[in-house]
């Protein structure tokens, strides 16, 4: 089931998952609070979680921090997260979805039709690219 994720456990996953070796607050975004954060629920528990960022003016829709509980991952519930997502882009009838994706995740996002842009960046060590899927 996927469902809102109070933003406290939002931070345990996204902590746990992606920088558990950095302090716990590095991982708060500046715009968390306008965020929209859901994540998939199994046993009533989240096990993977995302955070949604809604442009209203350009009409594009950012998502950030997807992780999953390293016992949980392979599963598919970070794909249903991603569907998920291109269905409420749909829903909100935004012509673009985008995320930065670490590098060795693309081949993840491609399967859902997402496509590199030439934006590269790195930060944090990780190399990241930009990832996008239009007017769907
Ligand atoms: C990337 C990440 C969010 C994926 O989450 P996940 O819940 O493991 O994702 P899924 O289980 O849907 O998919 C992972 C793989 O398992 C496969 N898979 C295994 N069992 C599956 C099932 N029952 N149904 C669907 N897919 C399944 C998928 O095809 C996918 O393969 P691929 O990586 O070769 O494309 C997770 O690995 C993670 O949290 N990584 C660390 C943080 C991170 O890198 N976040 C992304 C930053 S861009």
Known sequence: MINEVPYDQVLEIR??????DKPKDSVILPDDKKGLHIGYYKDDKPVSIVSLFLNLETKELQFRKLATL??????GY???LVRWILDYTKDL???RVWCNARVEKIDFYKKFGFTETDQVFEKNGFKYVVLEKCSF
């Open 15 to 20: 902590h746990k998952v992606m920088y558990p």
């Open 70 to 75: 390293v016992e949980f991952q392979n599963r």
């Open 93 to 95: 009838q935004f012509p």
């Open 78 to 80: 970070g794909s249903q």
